[in-house]
Nanobody, 123 residues
Framework: QVHLVESGGGLVQAGGSLRLSCAAS????????MGWFRQTPGQTRDLVAV???????SYGYDVKGRFTISRDNAQNTGYLRMDSLKPEDTAVYYC?????????????????WGQGTQVTVSS
C-alpha cells in the first residue's frame, strides 16, 4: 500500500521560507514523477512543481524562481523549498506520485496523494 505523508507546513510571514517534506512508503518515489500541488477553498488543485525520474523540473508560473522541488532517493522523500513567500501562496499543499516518469502537469496523471499540509502566509 502506498502512503505519502506531507509535513513542514505552518504559519510564516511574507518574505519568509518553509520547506515541505513528502515521505513515501510502498513505492519508490524516484521511479515515478513527483509533484506538488496546492488548493484553496473553492478552487481547483493547481500544479506548483514537478520533478521527473531523470531530475528535470517544471514550475507553475507564479512560483518560478521562488520555489525549488527536490528529491532524496536514499530517504525516499521529496521536498518543496519555498522562499520569498507571499500571502497569495496560502493554500493546502499536496504531494503526489505520478503514473509515469515524465513532467506530469495534471492531477489526473497522478495516482497517489498525500493528505495535504496547510501553509499560511501572513502579510
Amino acid at each position: 500500500q502506498v502512503h505519502l505523508v506531507e509535513s513542514g507546513g505552518g504559519l510564516v510571514q511574507a518574505g519568509g521560507s518553509l520547506r515541505l517534506s513528502c515521505a513515501a512508503s510502498g513505492r519508490t518515489l524516484s521511479s515515478f514523477a513527483m509533484g506538488w500541488f496546492r488548493q484553496t477553498p473553492g478552487q481547483t488543485r493547481d500544479l506548483v512543481a514537478v520533478i521527473s525520474t531523470d531530475g528535470r523540473t517544471s514550475y507553475g508560473y507564479d512560483v518560478k524562481g521562488r520555489f525549488t522541488i527536490s528529491r532524496d532517493n536514499a530517504q525516499n522523500t521529496g521536498y518543496l523549498r519555498m522562499d520569498s513567500l507571499k500571502p497569495e501562496d496560502t493554500a493546502v499543499y499536496y504531494c503526489a506520485s505520478g503514473r509515469g516518469p515524465g513532467l506530469l502537469l495534471y492531477t489526473s496523471q497522478y495516482d497517489f496523494w498525500g493528505q495535504g499540509t496547510q501553509v499560511t502566509v501572513s502579510s
